[in-house]
């Protein structure tokens, strides 16, 4: 929050800027035994919001002479299941059989997609995973 408010200071000036706020599918949909890590995943998609509405409101207040300008987008990614260190060799077998991975670069495409839009426009929230992934009742 404290980094994304000091970013949005220095942005807050007619040519704008964009925050993209990486989260997870686990903030949409959560699995079993991942009370910790959805929470958060949750609560990042609400400080999004919020500092979406704060991106509005310093178009409305910055000095332009420019319709549009100054904005600030604010948005979140929600990558799906992605190959990470942290998940156990079981868990990441599991999940290649019925599930599936969507690759790191795909997401880093994805973001670089997003952050080249103009700031007028804006992806407020999306999620990326893999075609077999479900999203709704998950295991």
């Excluded at 704008?16 to 929470?39: D, K």
């Excluded at 999004?48 to 509405?53: K, M, V």
């Excluded at 409101?57 to 600030?72: E, I, P, Y």
């Excluded at 019925?98 to 929230?125: C, H, K």
Aim: proline content about 5%.
């Amino acid at each position: 929050f404290i980094l994304s408010k000091w970013a949005m200071s220095k942005m807050a000036t007619p040519s704008g800027g964009r925050i993209i706020n990486i989260g997870s599918i686990a903030g949409e949909s959560p699995r079993l035994h991942s009370v910790p890590y959805s929470t958060s995943k949750y609560a990042l998609g609400g400080l999004t919001r919020a500092l979406s509405i704060e991106g509005r409101h310093l178009a409305q207040t910055t000095k332009s002479t420019d319709a549009g300008n100054g904005v600030v987008a604010v948005c979140q990614i929600n990558p799906g299941n992605v190959r990470s260190a942290i998940m156990s060799a079981e868990e990441a077998a599991r999940r290649e059989k019925e599930e599936g991975f969507v690759e790191a670069d795909d997401i880093g495409r994805y973001v670089a997609m997003v952050a080249s839009l103009p700031n007028e426009a804006n992806v407020l929230e999306s999620t990326v995973m893999p075609t077999r992934q479900p999203l709704v009742g998950r295991g």
